[in-house]
């Protein structure tokens, strides 16, 4: 690797809400809202067909392959 070259943080490929998305990898759910730009006080979030609770977020990882659902009400 020259100097010059850039290194890029590894990227994982997901689905959110049944769209593809290259997202930074090793984020948890919370971080993955922060990334995507969206607002966190009135959202749920279904990881992989099951319901992460808030209090959960940020603890919950999103690995390579996950189907995300999110809906803001």
């Keep these: 690797m020259s100097a010059h070259s ?4 590894s990227v994982a490929s997901i689905w959110v809400n049944g769209e593809p998305k290259q997202v930074p990898s090793g ?4 971080e993955l809202l922060e ?3 969206v ?3 009135r959202v749920a979030v279904e990881l992989n067909k099951s319901l992460v609770r808030k209090r959960d977020w940020p ?3 999103v690995t390579p392959g ?3 659902e ?3 009400f």
């Design 6 to 9: 850039e290194v890029f943080p």
């Design 27 to 30: 984020q948890s759910v919370a």
């Design 35 to 37: 990334f995507l730009e």
């Design 39 to 41: 607002a966190c006080d």
């Design 59 to 61: 603890q919950t990882a």
């Design 66 to 68: 996950s189907s995300i």
């Design 70 to 72: 999110i809906v803001e």
